[in-house]
């Protein structure tokens, strides 16, 4: 119980201290986001009055420039407890409605890619960890190195040239095809998984790789394990060996690793929208940069930070339930 | 080959095959491993029997071939090893199996349930991602057990091994202590009742108290269970007592065989002499201690003769030309050979041995004695002072973790010691006891929480702070200097012998040339028997033996010029026969360099050996108190504290009539030094306990600073105290209450 | 083994030794040259993938530090969009823009941008990660809490986004180093983390403490005991940094986010990209092709560079290849082909 809480505690903490970042990002960086967009208004209306600028600033990002600052950032912390993430300027729509229909649809291929890249990449490890020193084993692991320095990106772009545009098997962007209607039936669903399909796939050709090395060395090293070497004097199956020693043990490092690789893969998403035009949270930020949309632009990374934070604390707390010491004691520390 | 020779010998004796009741026979076997100069056999022509009923006690030194053979007895020997010869397993009135040529099948069944095994390590003997019982209830599913059954099989034997079932079962293996791990993974390696079980240095990694505890907690089990037992250490006294038949194993195979007491009292083989003479134990007089010369052979390349010849004072011509077969050299009827003869050792001098190689030998005879002309006297100064000394950590804190109440371990609580000029002080308790951190605090190497540590009357703590005194923070730093009880943890393994050595050099003598650094270091190099001294000055620490490590470790030590020197555990990692060497070796150091020693071990023998040689003195440390101390001989030939006779019965002797009894405490486990008892802190675990000392605290009577008065806190020293007027504690309850984890 | 009598103890007492001979100049420089250059060398070679590495690396390097002065700037001369050799001519190997510029001069020309974008990025990281990892191991206490605190936030936001959001508001103009340093702003944390808990480990290891004890200074602590321990885990991440800052300054300039002066090799693909569109017609495919395949060309050869720096840094390795260390046939090869496992006895 008393993890559940300190990870929440955490949590709380990282989401609070991103939105002052992103608060001090938007106030206080020169040349930054406040000041170009005082800039962008005054050039759209140079007659505006300097009490018009500020009204319309305050609408905008939800920050009023003339408060003292700790006022200022106290209105900011309130509006974002109430979904207030400012105003679009460009679409002139609430930042939280524009990012509101964005935002599944990363959280759709990041999951799905991920997800994938982990089973495949685990399945793949401890079996190539079983078959050590096999010829399948020394190929995939030359596979593995060489996928891994490929950027993911580089295999997007060669499946659509020939995937999309050559052989025109599968669509090359967008997120479903305007033709079905969004919600819960087949068509939707079909074209949905379709559309996603060239996205997370090249997430997950590059991605496996690295997962299977790493599992497999883990593995190998838990295969070396002196309570293995017991187990099999205890008669156990190799079955449940395969399971409840070798996987389950060589897993955990591998969850603190997925743990890490949230942050990298939400962060990344920004690459892989772009690429696919995708509509998602990404694609949305670099749209907003290009249109010096700011309060968007602040909107989506706040978003995509959070999105990160509840993975990792997700991650975090399922890691207490498959590693029965991380939740008993804390890391050894004196001096 | 050699090992054919000695088959043949056997087969004209018929020495060992003639028992009427074996469990196990196994014959030629041969371990072997490619490598890159060829084959290696670690386990070279082994012939022995295992009688039924009998513990067989297997004695050898680290790579001796000791593990590889336990693993051959269940053919459980980890690939890319080869085994060769015969393993018999003689089930009571049933058909016998080839334990090497059987079906995997019938091999599943035969390990566990026949033939088991205790390994060294428990912790990484269980998945730590899985409870006790999980361990428990997949064995008994493998092997088709009824489960109801077999679960409450298992909560007997872990009451058996003085465990609390309950509380054992749905632990986890991190949230054991060593001592209950170990023994949980007895009571798991003979849940589905074996008659046979090998144990692996069983209780390497533990405590000499809980090693005997557990010692005596098998000879029960074996009783109860009907177990045929071989038990394999390299700790010759530890099992003397314990088994019936002792094996000693030299060079990957048995030079010797026979039963406990007469490998004791009348070894055949010169190494087993040797190795009884090498153990520092408590009762043998100190000058009978003498380290081993040499070191055993390579695997991949053992002697065609004798593979003992040259380290041996007896060896011949014949030795190096012809492997000696086994000779009977039982002492009922020596030299005939005799159907119901037990006792043999491969050696042709085996008489001359006995003769030559007395086990007892005169003081003046032996050489390389250190003669102290000098021990502490009234006008040494007295170099550190401890004073009502405390050092309580707090467990870890985060910082979402500030309205928690912090765990405090008390691991030094009201400690006063003083430690003079060229005097040599042993601290003995158990791991948890705090004498690590005390020692550390001798030497101002751990801030204490409470009282002052003063050299040579100044406050160590003060000087560092304000810069106040006469000697300067700097000379005091340099003066108190510390050896790490695991030599290879205490060298960078990325630098030289050189570069670790010339390091406190560069500090304190930055005016000293390049050159001269490196010939001084050069000489103690030589001056410790590391020869050639170029040569070790350019090795890494990896391609050092661990004995070598250490003498490094201790010339990096001498090289300060130190006043005091902290030994913590320094001897305790080396292999028995090493550890004589290595403390005769300090001592002489402490002569040529005026230093002290504060030698701290949890094995009473190694700090005996130490305090009494120096005329020192010894302490006995309990849950972060010294309960007694004195003069070595006096405590421990006359010890006040009823922990120090726990202590002392813990601590084998290779007496040959000794027994296995049962432990005098009430409690095996030591208490959470957390929260440590009330009263007295031994009161939980002590004999004699009675009411009073739940709530007294006794202290540590006599004149304690500076003098040499043998003195224990315990209130059976005192006539008078009304102790002896309380009521006994004689809960029998409170057994499985103190089990507490660690 | 102890045969020293104490009859000469006393003369050779050794604080009064001083040296017979010295060791020329020249020697002592050989020694360092072998140590610290010719056997990681020669450790290097002794590993095909590390072999391949170093090729490639240097190949690499070779490209950005020399090429630009073997090969002339990328002027819109010939012919557009001409493919590659072999179906096109030799004149331009590596085909032309849809300006008629050799794109084989654009790759070389954009490699020094490259080679400074990756250098400064991954030191900054490995830099700033073991300045923060060491000093929260170190020290201990709030400066541990507060520092890995930080460590912990600068993990969990998302990289990239924030590069995107600070590259369009601060003032970089496309300068290379700083491109480098900003796309590693956060990569640090998960590296001073993991150092700091190694460090955790290395302090409390018994000859740091001996260190401690001889008063030998905190620098001289850390510099000694301490990170060259850690060198291995900071060689391979500051090769996977360098790795990272390739996949994303290309990816970025590739997207067109990035500011830019000059040209490099994400640039290049985003002109294929945009103003020929390289994906949708097959015709200028291998103008987006030759800087895909450079980065990932140079991406293969710090992985396969990565993998071998674990012995690059072992002194068991190292031992048996620098000429001047003697005496590693000794218990080495004991240990090596000791199979049994007695783990610390201890009684």
């Known amino acids: 119980m008393n993890y559940v809480l300190k990870r929440t505690g955490r949590a709380v903490f990282t989401v609070w201290a991103v939105i002052t970042l992103t608060f001090g990002l938007i106030r206080l960086l020169p040349g930054g986001p406040m000041q170009a967009l005082r800039g962008y208004l005054m050039q759209q209306n140079p007659s505006i009055t300097t009490s018009e600028l500020q009204a319309r600033i305050e609408a905008l990002t939800a920050i009023s420039p003339d408060e003292p600052i700790w006022v200022q950032y106290g209105n900011y912390l309130w509006g974002l407890l109430h979904g207030d993430l400012g105003q679009s300027v460009w679409l002139n729509k609430p930042v939280s409605t524009v990012l509101a229909e964005r935002a599944p649809w990363t959280l759709f291929i990041m999951t799905t890619g991920l997800f994938l890249m982990f089973v495949i990449g685990i399945g793949l490890g401890a079996f190539m960890a079983y078959r050590e020193g096999s010829n399948f084993d020394v190929a995939t692991t030359g596979i593995g190195i060489l996928l891994q320095s490929v950027p993911f990106y580089v295999v997007g772009l060669v499946l659509i040239a020939f995937v999309g545009y050559q052989w025109e098997l599968l669509p090359t962007g967008g997120h479903y095809a305007s033709s079905v209607t969004p919600g819960l039936n087949l068509p939707f669903v079909f074209s949905s998984i379709k559309h996603a399909t060239l996205p997370v796939g090249s997430l997950v050709l590059t991605g496996f790789g690295g997962w299977a090395l790493n599992m497999r060395g883990n593995s190998i090293r838990i295969l070396g394990e002196d309570y293995l070497r017991v187990a099999r004097l205890r008669g156990l199956s190799e079955g449940r060996i395969a ?87 804390a890391e050894r520390e004196s001096y | 080959m050699a090992t054919n020779d000695s088959i043949d010998t056997m087969t004209q004796a018929e020495p060992i095959g003639g028992h009427a009741d074996d469990i196990m026979t196994v014959r030629d076997l041969v371990v072997s491993y490619e490598t890159g100069e060829g084959k290696a056999n670690v386990v070279n022509g082994v012939d022995i029997d295992i009688h039924r009923g009998e513990i067989l006690g297997i004695v050898g030194e680290s790579g001796s071939g000791k593990s590889m053979f336990a693993s051959a007895l269940l053919d459980a020997v980890e690939k890319p090893g080869q085994v060769s010869g015969d393993i018999t397993y003689q089930p009571e009135g049933g058909e016998a199996v080839d334990v090497l040529n059987i079906p995997t099948a019938q091999l599943k069944s035969l390990r566990w349930e026949e033939i088991s095994m205790v390994f060294q390590g428990a912790l990484s003997s269980f998945n730590p991602t899985m409870t006790i019982k999980g361990h428990f209830d997949e064995t008994l599913r493998a092997h088709d057990v009824d489960q109801d059954e077999g679960i409450e099989r298992a909560r007997e034997l872990l009451s058996d091994l003085y465990l609390d079932p309950d509380r054992v079962l749905d632990s986890y293996p991190h949230e054991l202590s060593g001592g209950m791990s170990q023994r949980a993974l007895i009571a798991l390696s003979i849940v589905l009742e074996p008659s046979v079980l090998v144990m692996d240095e069983p209780t390497g990694a533990l405590d000499l108290l809980m090693q005997r505890s557990i010692l005596s907690l098998i000879d029960d089990v074996q009783e109860k269970y009907n177990l045929s037992i071989v038990f394999i250490t390299h700790d010759l006294p530890l099992v003397a007592g314990l088994a019936d038949r002792l094996a000693v194993l030299y060079a990957f195979e048995i030079v010797e065989l026979g039963p406990s007491d007469e490998i004791i ?84 001098h085996w008489e001359r041995a006995r003769a030559e190689m007395p086990l007892e030998i005169d003081a003046d005879a032996h050489e390389g004695t250190v003669d102290r002309d000098r021990r502490p006297t009234a006008d040494d100064e007295t170099v550190v002072t401890l004073d009502d000394v405390e050092v309580h950590f707090e467990k870890s804190q985060n910082i979402l973790d500030l309205f928690e109440e912090p765990d405090i371990v008390r691991a030094v609580d009201g400690v006063s010691l003083e430690i003079p000029e060229n005097d040599v002080v ?47 923070y700097e000379e005091i730093r340099k003066s108190l200097q510390i050896i790490h009880q695991d030599p290879g943890g205490a060298l960078n393994p990325n630098r030289t012998v050189m570069a670790s050595l010339a390091a406190p050099l560069k500090r304190w003598q930055p005016d000293l040339e390049s050159e001269d650094r490196q010939a001084r270091v050069l000489g103690m190099l030589e001056r410790c028997g590391l020869e050639p001294a170029a ?33 913590d555990e ?173 | 083994m102890l045969n020293v009598s104490r009859t000469d103890v006393d003369s050779e007492y050794a604080f009064e030794v001083t040296a017979e001979e010295t060791l020329s100049r020249r020697d002592r420089i050989r020694h360092r040259v072998d140590q610290f250059l010719l056997a990681p060398a020669r450790i290097l070679w002794t590993d095909w993938r590390a072999r391949i590495g170093l090729v490639i690396i240097g190949l690499f390097l070779f490209l950005s530090l020399i090429g630009p002065s073997l090969v002339e700037r990328p002027e819109p001369l010939g012919p557009l969009l001409a493919p590659p050799w072999p179906w096109g001519t030799l004149e331009y190997p590596l085909g032309t ?115 401690r004890i001889m008063d030998i200074s905190l620098t001289r602590i850390l510099g ?69 395949f450079a980065v990932v060309l140079v991406a293969l050869g710090l992985t396969l560079l990565a993998q071998s720096a674990d012995r690059l840094f072992n002194p068991r390795v190292r031992a048996r290849h620098a000429e001047t260390v003697t005496g590693e046939n000794g218990p080495e090869d004991e240990e090596e082909s000791e199979p049994t496992t007695s783990v610390g006895a201890v009684s």
């Open chain 3, 97 to 211: 823009t849809y300006l008629g510029q050799s794109i084989l001069s654009q790759l070389v020309h954009g490699a020094p941008n490259m080679l400074k974008m990756i250098l400064s990025g991954a030191l900054f990281t490995v830099i700033v990660a073991t300045v923060i990892g060491t000093t929260a191991g170190y020290k201990g206490g709030t400066v541990d809490g507060v520092l890995m605190t930080i460590s912990d936030i600068a993990m969990t936001i998302p990289g990239l986004p924030l590069v995107i959001i600070l590259a369009a508001s601060l003032p970089i103009a496309g300068n290379p180093y700083l491109i480098g340093i900003l796309l590693s702003i956060n990569a640090w944390a998960g590296l001073a983390r993991s150092l700091r808990s190694q460090v955790l480990t290395l302090r409390e290891s018994e000859y740091v403490e001996a260190s």
């Open chain 2, 426 to 472: 042993a601290l003995v308790g158990e791991s948890g006891c705090g004498k690590t951190t005390l020692g550390k605090t001798g030497i101002a190497a751990q801030r204490p929480t409470g009282g002052t540590v003063s050299y040579r009357s100044q406050d160590i703590w003060a000087t560092k702070d304000d810069g106040i005194g006469d000697i300067a």
């Open chain 2, 265 to 348: 009292t009348e070894p055949g083989h010169p190494y087993t002499r040797s190795l009884l003479k090498a153990v520092p134990n408590l009762d043998a007089p100190l000058d009978t201690m003498q380290p081993i010369e040499g070191s055993a052979p390579h695997p991949s390349n053992i002697p065609a003769g004798c593979t003992y010849a040259d380290r041996c004072s007896l060896a011949t011509e014949e030795c190096l030309e012809e492997h000696p077969p086994f000779h009977d050299v039982g002492t009922d009827n020596v030299g005939e050979a005799s159907t119901d003869a037990d006792h043999f050792a491969a050696c042709y």
């Open chain 1, 243 to 329: 399971l409840r020693y070798v996987g389950r043990n060589a897993l955990l490092p591998m969850y603190t690793l997925l743990l890490i690789s949230i942050g990298y893969m939400f962060g990344g998403s920004v690459i892989l929208e772009e690429i696919f035009a995708y509509p998602g949270l990404g694609r949305k930020l670099i749209q907003s940069i290009g249109r010096r949309d700011f309060p968007v632009m602040m909107g989506a990374f706040l978003l995509i930070t959070i999105a990160v934070v509840i993975g990792v604390f997700i991650a975090d707390l399922t890691y207490g339930l498959i590693d029965p010491r991380a939740s008993g004691g």
């Open chain 3, 224 to 292: 000694i005991d301490i990170i060259p321990n850690l060198m291995p885990y900071i060689a391979m991440n500051f090769v996977q940094q360098a790795r990272w800052v390739i996949f994303n300054s290309v990816a970025l300039y590739f997207l067109g986010v990035l500011p830019y002066s000059s040209t490099n090799w994400g640039v290049m693909m985003n002109s294929a990209y945009q103003k020929a569109g390289a994906v949708t017609s097959l015709e200028a495919f291998h103008w987006l092709a030759v800087p895909m």
């Open chain 2, 570 to 742: 320094a001897v305790s990692a080396l292999d028995v026969s090493l550890r004589v060497e290595m403390m005769n070796l300090m001592l002489e150091l402490q002569e040529q360099f005026n230093t002290s020693y504060l030698f701290i071990s949890h094995n009473l023998s190694n700090a005996r050996y130490l305090a009494e040689k120096s005329d020192g003195r010894l302490g006995i440390m309990y849950l972060g108190e010294i309960v007694e101390i004195g003069p070595a001989g006096e405590v421990l030939s006359d010890p006040k504290h009823p922990y120090t006779k726990v202590l002392k019965w813990a601590t084998a002797s290779v007496e040959p009539d000794q027994e296995v009894s049962e432990p005098p405490i009430r409690s095996i486990d030591i208490p959470d030094p957390v929260n440590p008892p009330t009263g007295c802190r031994f009161h939980t675990r002590c004999p004699e306990a009675r009411e009073v000392c739940k709530h007294e605290s006794p202290t540590l009577g006599g004149d304690v600073e500076g003098g040499r008065v043998h003195s224990a806190s315990c209130f059976r020293d005192d006539e008078d105290h009304e102790y002896w007027d309380s009521e006994p504690l004689t809960d029998e309850d409170e057994m499985a209450s103190i089990d507490e984890t660690v």
């Open chain 2, 535 to 567: 040569d070790y000055a350019n090795r890494y620490p990896h391609q050092l033996s661990g004995g070598e490590q250490q003498r490094v470790a201790l010339i990096r030590a001498l090289l300060m010029n130190p006043d005091m020197i902290l030994a």
